[in-house]
Nanobody, 116 residues
Framework: QVQLVESGGGLVQPGGSLRLSCAAS????????MAWYRQAAGQEREFVAA???????NYAESVRGRFTVSRDNAKNTVYLQMNTLKPEDTAVYYC??????????WGQGTLVTVSL
């Protein structure tokens, strides 16, 4: 079974940038569809960005133009570059992997705090 570990979260000022990483172990990363979700305190988990095994991407309207999702199959890693961060981006960010005929996998999350 694939395991996912997120890293790169932290405290940044409004307008700043962070790059999150999600490292996968086990077989199947190159054929997975990868996504980032986030969950703010007291709110539902929401979709942020996704990148399919073929490389196509999709973004939530709230982050389009500010965030960029990418993947490096040779390193079994997916990234989320976050620019022009806003206080409303504060949340725990989770990595997600989906496979054909296999259960989906979630990482443990990494906290991003955007504050003065």
């Amino acid at each position: 079974q694939v395991q996912l570990v997120e890293s790169g979260g932290g405290l940044v000022q409004p307008g700043g940038s962070l790059r999150l990483s999600c490292a996968a172990s086990g077989r199947g990363f190159s054929i997975s569809d990868m996504a980032w979700y986030r969950q703010a305190a007291g709110q539902e988990r929401e979709f942020v960005a996704a990148i399919a095994s073929g490389g196509s991407t999709n973004y939530a309207e709230s982050v389009r133009g500010r965030f960029t999702v990418s993947r490096d199959n040779a390193k079994n890693t997916v990234y989320l570059q976050m620019n022009t961060l806003k206080p409303e981006d504060t949340a725990v960010y989770y990595c997600n992997a989906r496979f054909y005929k296999r259960p989906e996998v979630w990482g443990q999350g990494t906290l991003v705090t955007v504050s003065l």
